[in-house]
Structure formats: C-alpha cells, structure tokens
T-cell receptor
Framework: DAGVTQSPTHLIKTRGQQVTLRCSPK?????VSWYQQALGQGPQFIFQ???????QRGNFPDRFSGHQFPNYSSELNVNALLLGDSALYLC???????????????FGPGTRLLVL | AQSVAQPEDQVNVAEGNPLTVKCTYS??????LFWYVQYPNRGLQFLLK??????LVKGSYGFEAEFNKSQTSFHLKKPSALVSDSALYFC??????????????FGTGTQLKVEL
C-alpha cells in the first residue's frame, strides 16, 4: 500500500520565480492538506483540499495557491518567491469522515525548497 | 488561541532507560491530540492520537502517551528507549475546519537523543 508521495524531493529557485509542488495521497484518501515547515519550527497549515476545492486556508498570502485533481492528487503553487519561502513543504492526506476531529493525517516525505 | 507547547527543545536519555517527551495544551472544549515523529530529511510519521476514553493511549513502535486533563498535558512515553528512537518529536492538536475536515497545529518540536 503506497503511502503519500511528493515530488520533487528538492528544488532550488531564485526570488520572483514560480514553483509547483506535487502530491499523491495515500490510497483510499480523499483529502489533501499542505503544510510549510521552516527550519527549526513545527509545520504550519497552508490549506486543505477536498472535492477539488480549497476548504480552508491558514495564514498564508494569495501567492500560495493549489489544486486538487479528480484522482485526489494535488499541487501547491507559489508565485513571486521570496527568500522566506525557503522551507520543507509537506503534504498530508486523510479520509474525510463524519467525525473530523478523529481524522488522522498521514504525511509525505516533503519537498525541500530553497529560494536564492 | 488554542495551542500546544513542548517545553523542552532537547531530551537526552540512555538506551534502555524510560523516556518522556512533554506536551501541554491550551484548548477550549475537548482536546484532540496527536504525536508525530520526524527523522532527518523525512516527513512526519504518525505515532498515536487521543480522542476520548482511556487516558493511556498506545501507539506505534512501543510508544504510549498519557492524557492528564487536570494538568492539561499529553506526555509521550516509552518504557525502554532505543538509539533508533533518536528523532524530532512533535505534539499537535486537531481543529475542525469549517465545512468538515481538520487541521493540525503543531508544537515547536523536541529533539530526542538516545545514547549508548
């Protein structure tokens, strides 16, 4: 049973560029969440996708956008990159249930983005 | 604001000794708490969660956590530490999102070092 996969594993960009990160959820999962983990910090919630729609966003600007496809995979796009966007970007998948507080999120290995 | 705190940046323990990684929470209403572990250059791996019921929760790899409502704590424990347990541990609290699903808010992490 394949877990959550992410690509690419590493990425180097320059300020002002745009980047697209990809995520395939764990088999049977229908919900994808994205998190940003800066060095030495805990992951911060960016947004969540379910039924191909962004359901809720954390405290991140509109430069961060995403998409979910019919097969539940997802992309995270970041425009106009800033030095401060350098971080590990984590994708997590879960199965939507009638008791959301019990839903467990399973994380992928992450994409490490370096902005120069 | 609802949050979790991990008061120790690092915990050192000798192999074979019991280990405890501390987490306290500040949540209005019922807390839904999770523990994850992160190995170098890897994503987060789910260890266990507390939803309701027994205050002692058993999880993966021999880990368990004790929920204490009066002390607002959810400490991670293992009776006998292994060198391979050395990693970064995160406590998290689950929040229900508008329209369903949940997001995780993480602590700052505790680096566990198990020495021979």
């Amino acid at each position: 049973d394949a877990g959550v996969t992410q690509s690419p594993t590493h990425l180097i960009k320059t300020r002002g560029q745009q980047v697209t990160l990809r995520c395939s959820p764990k088999s049977g999962h229908d919900t994808v969440s994205w998190y940003q983990q800066a060095l030495g910090q805990g992951p911060q919630f960016i947004f969540q996708y379910y039924e191909e729609e962004e359901r809720q966003r954390g405290n991140f600007p509109d430069r961060f956008s995403g998409h979910q496809f019919p097969n539940y995979s997802s992309e995270l796009n970041v425009n106009a990159l800033l030095l401060g966007d350098s971080a590990l970007y984590l994708c997590a998948s879960s199965l939507r249930t009638s008791v959301p507080y019990q839903e467990t999120q399973y994380f992928g290995p992450g994409t490490r983005l370096l902005v120069l | 604001a609802q949050s979790v705190a991990q008061p120790e940046d690092q915990v050192n323990v000798a192999e074979g000794n019991p280990l405890t990684v501390k987490c306290t929470y500040s949540v209005s209403g019922n807390p839904y708490l999770f523990w994850y572990v992160q190995y170098p250059n890897r994503g987060l791996q789910f260890l266990l969660k507390y939803i309701t019921g027994d205050n002692l929760v058993k999880g993966s790899y021999g880990f368990e956590a004790e929920f204490n409502k009066s002390q607002t704590s959810f400490h991670l424990k293992k009776p006998s530490a292994l060198v391979s347990d050395s990693a970064l541990y995160f406590c998290a609290v689950s929040f229900i999102l508008t329209g369903g699903g949940n997001k995780l808010t993480f602590g700052t992490g505790t680096q566990l070092k198990v020495e021979l």
